[in-house]
């Protein structure tokens, strides 16, 4: 499936023009259509990158630092998706909720690095021994 940013553009405009005129008959139904265009334009963007990802993916796994390659991504995804989702929050007036989902991402992302913070520590005290 080719997707361009000029597509994803017009359904963007579509979607904010669906749920302008969806506001003033039934206002639930304007978040319905906000959150599914939100959600499609997301789909599309992991679409347009995963042809990325798997490269990155073949090059990490002929280096040495292949769990760092995939440590980023992960906290990329992590990122992406917890930035995706407090934008929804926002936009439907829910502020805390919004950041409340970006401080659990932080946290999620300060976990998934524990592993490493774990070897560069150990390291580290290798080091120091040798000294």
């Known amino acids: 499936m080719n997707i361009s940013s000029y597509s994803v553009c017009a359904f963007a405009i579509i979607c904010v023009i669906c749920a302008a005129i969806s ?5 639930e139904l304007h978040f319905a259509i906000k959150i599914a265009g939100c959600v499609l334009i ?9 042809p990325l990802l798997k490269y990155i993916k073949e ?16 906290a990329l995804g992590i990122t992406l998706l917890c930035k995706i989702c407090s934008d929804i929050c926002r936009d439907c007036g829910e502020n805390g909720i919004a ?12 976990i998934l690095c524990v592993p490493l913070i774990e070897k560069i520590l150990g390291s580290a005290f290798e080091i120091l021994e040798l000294i």
């Open 99 to 110: 950041s409340g989902v970006e401080t659990v991402g932080k946290i999620e992302i300060l």
């Open 23 to 27: 506001k003033s008959f039934k206002g």
């Open 42 to 50: 997301a789909s599309a963007a992991v679409i347009m990158i995963s």
């Open 59 to 74: 090059l990490a796994s002929q280096t040495l630092i292949s769990e760092l390659f995939s440590l980023l991504l992960k």
